[in-house]
């Protein structure tokens, strides 16, 4: 006997053989069991769901000798014979190749005729929508009012293409395409039954190719099988697909996961030996992160489709949902990007590389590998200062060796300033505009005379070097805080009264919270949200520093974040923003950062007041512009508030 493969072997014989239809087989078995028929039935769905296995049910249904019933005995000549294929009151017709209006005449013909043997005569027409509209217009009729005998059973992939008046005359029924869960369970069933031994994920990789047709997944068990010499192992059924084992996705997420840079190089490598779609991993690596942000939004939702819930799970519990964001996107960006690089496995390492790098809290100084030399950017590589290099030709302060454009002076004798900018990496700007001291005799004695010439001299003018790395690290909309007195303030001999009375200190004892009483210094009161920006802490430190409130306890500097800025500070933020403090405040100064609620009064709650004072001075200004107005009056304009920007002046 010829082999049959398992895609007609295992072919529905009963209703309750069907997979994933529950919602068609319901209707058509109730109507059955009340004997509510009607003469028309149209089902549409993708290939390989289901649409001629369940015409040809409901014909052994309505023809069994038992009787109209659900459940057909299969052991009569009516449901023997439809079963192989030979039943003459069964027609079946390929409307792709006989689309003609001859062949629709010659049906409509038949109609009239009654069934040799069965109780009904049953036409099922596959693919219907290839029908020209002439052969619908002879069909129309008679899919109406066709004989009492007659029962039409339309198959068709395609059901926009149906004309609306076939539509109307027929009850349509949408099978579903089918989901993972359920294919690799029959899979699981029909292995089982063949004594074929398989593994697990060799199963959902298959359910995964079919692509929603159980017809499918038979026919590529059929060739795995054949592949795999009569057994169903993962690798196999990976490399007869052409795509890679979902394991080696778990892979790769895990090594993202332990920020495992070089075991992450080394599984693209061992993946690309097998020359993947890395389009297909993005999208896997998509749906995965997908999945793990609704289970960390809405625990308990993650399904079982792909078979990996307890991955699913685990991830959701071990990833931020900072991470899973970032992952997210980068994953997205460059499967769009895939396209349009030199090589495709280049733009999927780079993709990678940057879910890597640029992961909330990764450390960014330092390459994960030591370099040559022996320096791996550790603390003992900085123990003996480098030489400077050579001065960039950049002005300097006379009063201080450091060079004025140098935002943040090493106060450690047992830092390199030079080492420690360069060290910075990519998550500061500030980077760009720093040189080097231009006297290559200092020594480690010039960093004990900060605190005497901070409280001796007058803080320097920042240069257009520092001003250029403040405008790039802040807000486009904060800008250093202006000495002069604001327009819609009332003027007076002193610009210190030209603060609000809130931020005067001196005066008030609720300017500031009870633990952030300022500071006496030699040189003025030094209040924290109005003169942090003399600090000279730029960049992402400064950023988040400025989010913060200031309090004393000792010679500790308490600085209170909230929770969302505080969980972006790292060692390297907190030493900066400790170097700015103790340039100012001396080297026995010590920093604790505490998440929690500032209050009002930040540096960055300041200068966003003083920007919406400004603003409204502005706008103001040009309201009371007797220009403005003789121009609104004589033809009727209407002034733009959002246009009007105030003028910044620079500090000098």
């Not at 369940?54 to 000549?77: D, F, K, Q, V």
């Not at 209050?599 to 403005?628: C, L, N, W, Y």
Request: charged share 25%; proline share 8%.
């Amino acid at each position: 006997m010829s082999y049959q493969v398992l895609a007609r072997k295992w072919r529905p014989r009963t209703f309750e053989d069907m997979v994933g239809q529950e919602h068609v087989l319901q209707a058509l078995i109730h109507a059955l069991e009340n004997q509510r028929l009607h003469h028309a039935y149209l089902f549409t769905g993708t290939r390989g769901v289901g649409k001629t296995t369940i015409g040809r049910l409901l014909a052994r249904c309505l023809n069994c000798e038992t009787g109209i019933t659900p459940r057909p005995c299969g052991e009569c000549s009516s449901c023997t014979e439809i079963q192989e294929g030979r039943f003459v009151d069964l027609i079946e017709i390929d409307a792709a190749s006989r689309t003609g209006v001859d062949d629709m005449r010659e049906l409509t013909d038949n109609v009239q005729y009654a069934p040799t043997r069965g109780r009904y005569k049953v036409y099922l027409i596959d693919e219907v929508h290839m029908l020209t509209n002439q052969s619908f217009n002879a069909f129309l009729k008679t899919l109406e009012e066709p004989p009492e005998h007659v029962k039409f059973l339309l198959a068709t992939t395609d059901p926009q293409k149906l004309p609306v008046t076939v539509l109307s005359r027929c009850l349509q029924f949408n099978l579903k395409r089918m989901t993972p869960e359920h294919i690799a369970g029959h899979l699981q069933h029909v292995l089982t039954e063949e004594q074929i031994s398989f593994e697990d994920p060799a199963l959902w990789l298959l359910a995964r190719a079919a692509d929603g047709s159980m017809r499918d997944a038979l026919s590529l068990t059929d060739q795995a099988i054949a592949f795999g010499n009569q057994k169903l192992a993962a690798s196999d059924v990976s490399n007869m697909l052409g795509t890679i084992d979902q394991r080696d996705v778990e892979r790769l997420v895990q090594a993202l996961v332990e920020r495992d840079g070089p075991g992450l190089l080394s599984e693209i490598n061992r993946i690309s030996d097998f020359a993947p779609d890395y389009s297909v991993i993005l999208a896997d690596l998509l749906s995965l992160f997908h999945r793990v942000t609704m289970e960390q939004v809405v625990p308990g939702t993650a399904d079982n489709a792909l078979g990996d819930a307890a991955q699913v799970q685990t991830l959701a519990r071990k990833l931020s949902a900072e991470d899973a964001q970032l992952f997210y996107q980068a994953a997205l960006m460059g499967r769009k990007d895939l396209a349009i690089t030199p090589d495709a496995r280049m733009g999927f390492e780079m993709t990678l590389l940057r879910m890597l790098a640029f992961r909330p809290g990764a450390d960014r100084r330092e390459p994960p590998a030591v370099s040559s030399g022996g320096q791996a950017g550790s603390g003992a590589a900085r123990d003996e200062p480098d030489p400077a290099p050579a001065p960039r030709g950049e002005p300097s302060a006379p009063v201080d060796p450091a060079p004025a454009n140098e935002p943040e002076p090493a106060n450690d004798s047992t830092r390199d300033p030079v080492s420690e900018v360069a060290g910075d990496g990519v998550d500061e700007s500030e980077q760009a505009t720093v040189s080097p001291p231009t006297d290559d005799s200092h020594d480690d004695s010039w960093l004990a005379s900060l605190d005497a010439q901070a409280a001796a001299e007058p803080e320097p003018e920042p240069e257009s070097g520092q001003e250029l790395a403040r405008e790039t690290e802040r807000e486009p909309d904060i800008q250093p805080v202006e000495s002069e007195p604001l327009p819609d303030y009332e003027p007076s001999a002193s610009d210190e009264q030209s603060e609000p009375e809130a931020l005067r200190p001196e005066e008030s004892e609720s300017s500031t919270p009870p633990e952030q009483e300022p500071v006496p210094q030699s040189g003025g009161e030094f209040v924290w949200e109005r003169d942090f920006r003399s600090l000279g802490i730029v960049g992402m430190p400064g950023n988040l520093a400025s989010h913060g409130a200031l309090s004393w306890q000792g010679d500790t500097v308490v600085l209170t974040i909230d929770a969302g800025h505080a969980r972006l500070l790292n060692a390297r933020h907190e030493e900066k923003i400790l170097t700015g403090l103790r340039n100012r405040f001396g080297a026995t100064t010590d920093l604790r950062v505490e998440p929690g609620n500032p209050g009002p009064h930040t540096p960055a709650a300041f200068e966003e007041r003083q920007r919406k004072a400004r603003q409204q001075a502005a706008e103001e200004s040009i309201r009371k512009d007797p220009a403005v107005q003789s121009i609104v009056e004589r033809f009727g304009a209407r002034v733009v508030e959002d246009s009007i920007r105030p003028i910044e002046t620079s500090r000098r």
